[in-house]
């Protein structure tokens, strides 16, 4: 007997649990209150997709259009997690691909991600699909006051 079918589906508002729950699996904490208040906040033309199966979501992808004055306009991959349990099944290929949709429906040439210097296993499965690496950066953070 096989895996049961994967739903990929736009986000709603009962997902915002879940999608904290995934996000902690890769260090970001946030809890579904957070989650809800950011999915609000986010741009309209942003887009967020969850993967559910057996009404359990199991993965999910942000992607967001970037505009910028020295490269061309893109999709930017914002996050994608898939539960550790459920990967290796094609869940993120397909949300992967929900991403490459994006881009087209936008207008724009390519897809963009980020992912951490730490996650060889997740820069095998970008190149399996065809992504390549364009750079290597540090990423430098500052408080401020509100």
Partial sequence: MG????????????????????????????????????????PVEDEVVVAETGGR????????????????PH????GIVVDEAWRGRGIGRRLMAQAE???????????RLRSGSQRADAHRFYESLGYRT?????????DVEP
């Fill in 75 to 78: 999709a930017l991959t914002q």
């Fill in 3 to 42: 895996d049961p079918a994967v739903l990929i589906r736009a986000v709603g508002a009962s997902d915002c649990a879940a999608i904290a729950e995934l996000a902690d699996q890769f260090g970001y904490r946030a809890s579904a209150g957070d989650i809800e208040r950011r999915l609000a906040d986010l």
């Fill in 101 to 111: 949709d994006f881009a087209r429906r936008h207008g724009v040439g390519y897809v």
């Fill in 134 to 142: 364009s750079k290597s950066q540090q990423v430098f953070v500052r």
């Fill in 57 to 72: 979501v199991v993965g999910w992808i942000h992607c967001a259009l970037a505009r910028s004055l020295v490269v061309e």
